[in-house]
């Protein structure tokens, strides 16, 4: 072979690479902005303006409508935040939509083994709930509402059950659908954890404890995920935290 049909068989290559290479830097960028200005969000932090006026519910739009206002269900809204389903979900999912793989998103695939080890990993995932009662730390960050009356544990469980809702579904989109998948595209072995690395950051403002818990959890999450190629085993367990969550803070 001539050096100039190396050349030529080189630059083609970097031709057909780039392109496959850009979209999953594209989502890694991507992730980590919308995350991280969600923490600005969350903070209210003022870097060149006040990031706390995008701090919207679903209730502070559907009392706009004259029809709406009166009605006291609106409020069971007020926790849905938009921000997170808008710019973790539906955004993303518009924008990378030829990356979407829904054979991840699809319980047809799983064989007996997964139902196993989702059932394991269940069982794994709420008992480790007990350290809410155990934890002081915990136990400031997740008070107790056992104490409420029936009609306020209800408004307080629909409240908490639509925020759930409004950031659940993005944050194992975003996390462990487009950026496990993007950075595995860059890296097959290793990519991986970079997604780790993401979501414990993400949670570094709450308890060591539950720190701790977020990066062992998305350390089984990711992996399993990647060797399946199925994201919901992941979205399952985690919804099942966070329910089983308000649960024990309403009945303790």
Request: proline share 4%; net charge positive.
């Amino acid at each position: 072979m001539t050096n100039d049909h190396k050349k030529i068989t080189q630059e083609k290559n970097s031709k057909e690479t780039t392109p496959h290479r850009l979209l999953p830097i594209l989502i890694i960028i991507y992730s980590v902005s919308v995350l991280s200005i969600d923490l600005l969000i969350t903070f209210n932090i003022n870097f060149f303006f006040s990031w706390g006026v995008f701090n919207f519910s679903l209730t502070d739009i559907l009392i706009k409508i004259p029809f709406l206002r009166s009605y006291p269900y609106v409020y069971l809204f007020e926790n849905f935040d938009l921000y997170k389903t808008i710019f973790w979900l539906l955004v993303p999912f518009i924008l990378f939509n030829k990356f979407i793989d829904l054979q991840w998103l699809s319980i047809k695939h799983w064989q007996k083994q997964d139902y196993l080890v989702f059932l394991i990993f269940c069982l794994l995932c709420l008992s480790s709930l007990g350290f809410v009662f155990l934890s002081p730390t915990l136990q400031m960050f997740y008070p107790s509402m056992g104490s409420l009356p029936i009609k306020q544990k209800a408004i307080y469980f629909l409240q908490q059950f639509f925020w759930i809702i409004s950031w659940l579904p993005g944050w194992e989109f975003l996390n462990r659908h487009l950026l496990l998948r993007a950075c595995r595209e860059l890296s097959k072995s290793y990519g991986w954890f970079f997604v780790t690395i993401v979501e414990t950051l993400y949670h570094i403002y709450k308890a060591m404890l539950e720190i701790l818990g977020m990066f062992i959890f998305s350390i089984v999450a990711c992996l399993w995920s990647q060797k399946r190629e199925n994201n919901l085993m992941a979205f399952f367990c985690h919804f099942i935290i966070e329910v089983g969550l308000i649960l024990i803070l309403l009945i303790t």
